[in-house]
């Protein structure tokens, strides 16, 4: 699947900076709020950026790695979670009624039959991704449907009217192929990439780094491109956000990156289309190890830092705030010459 995304056309940044600077306050005094106006207003093209129908898209699936024992959550959970968020009882449920965020949860390939389940779009490519250790963890053909599922969800989206979009994701397992993509995409030893996700002991990162190691070495042994490292590895819901991120960036909206398996889509969607980080904001630096290490390979700073490890799209729904502040900022302030104050500098 190709994507037409350009970068963001800098021929209105002057105009921008003048009116953010005429504000009155002193000059930088709102620190990122104003580089934030900055980069709406760039990516909306326009002195008078807006917020409209906020979307989050929640993709679900299973990860064949699992199998391997490198995570100390129970496969069953991540059905059993998709259900609870259909009830409103998620964290990710709780910050979008908060926020005013339209909520979809798709089922792109969790290992359970939730088609009766109400609340939960149905876009089951498969019962859970095959065990890269092993073998590639999805087909070329259910690549590309997990892109193209991530696609048509942001098109729905952006037919209400939406122009900021965030994802989230549910799948037991995805902290490793996140870890492997970090190693192979920064070109960082997969030691330093390896955390104890959802709650591993010394031992479990041990074991774990030693499953991802052999795993990777089968990878390696064959020349590859970044497509094949993203379907080898990936999960559907992950493939699925990568190809929601991509749509977003093309159609022009802006896209809210949430914690370290958001993050490390990002980072594969960016190998692919560099541009797209132009629409990102990265709303969340979480507690994984070495979550900060892959904000860095994208020159990316977060908002918050709150400690979070949940997943969901959390840490990007609770950034949603400061993001409003800063829209706000460049169109409600008043300026120097209608204030009747000196400007001082």
């Not at 917020?51 to 059905?79: A, K, M, Q, Y």
């Not at 965030?166 to 955390?195: A, Q, V």
């Not at 499953?211 to 094949?228: G, I, R």
């Not at 609770?318 to 500098?345: G, H, K, L, W």
């Amino acid at each position: 699947m190709n994507y037409k995304i350009v970068a963001t056309d800098k021929s209105l940044l002057d105009e921008i900076r003048k009116k953010i600077d005429n504000l009155n306050k002193p000059k930088g005094s709102l620190g990122r709020l104003e580089t934030l106006a900055e980069q709406i207003c760039l990516i909306q093209q326009t002195l008078a950026p807006k917020l409209c129908n906020p979307c989050h898209l929640l993709f679900g699936s299973d990860h064949g790695i699992e199998r391997e024992g490198v995570s100390v959550s129970p496969r069953e959970v991540t059905w059993q979670q998709m259900k609870n968020f259909t009830r409103g009882g998620g964290g990710v449920n709780m910050f979008c009624r908060q926020h005013g965020f339209h909520l979809y949860i798709i089922d792109v390939g969790v290992d359970y039959d939730l088609t009766d389940v109400e609340g939960i779009i149905n876009r089951k490519i498969a019962r859970g991704t095959k065990n890269f250790l092993y073998e590639a963890a999805m087909s070329e053909e259910e690549y590309e449907r997990a892109l193209a599922v991530g696609k048509e969800m942001v098109d729905n989206c952006h037919k209400e009217g939406c122009n900021i979009i965030c994802m989230g994701e549910m799948g037991i397992g995805n902290t490793s192929p996140s870890s492997i993509w970090m190693h192979l995409l920064g070109n960082i030893p997969l030691k330093d990439c390896i955390s104890a996700g959802a709650g591993l002991n010394d031992e479990g990162v041990r074991h774990k780094y030693e499953v991802l190691k052999k795993a990777v070495e089968n990878f390696t042994k064959s020349p590859y491109n970044t497509h094949d490292m993203i379907r080898y590895f990936g999960g559907f819901e992950m493939v699925a956000a990568i190809g929601a991120m991509l749509r977003a960036a093309e159609l022009k909206m802006v896209v809210m990156i949430d914690g370290f398996i958001m993050s490390a889509c990002a980072l594969a969607a960016s190998s692919l289309y560099p541009e797209m980080l132009e629409y990102c904001i990265f709303g969340h630096c979480g507690d994984e190890n070495y979550h900060k290490h892959m904000l860095q390979l994208m020159n990316a700073e977060p908002l918050l830092s709150l400690g979070f490890r949940l997943g969901e799209g959390t840490g990007a729904l609770c950034s949603y705030p400061i993001i409003q502040s800063a829209v706000n900022m460049i169109n409600e302030m008043n300026n120097f010459d209608n204030a009747n104050i000196t400007r001082y500098f």
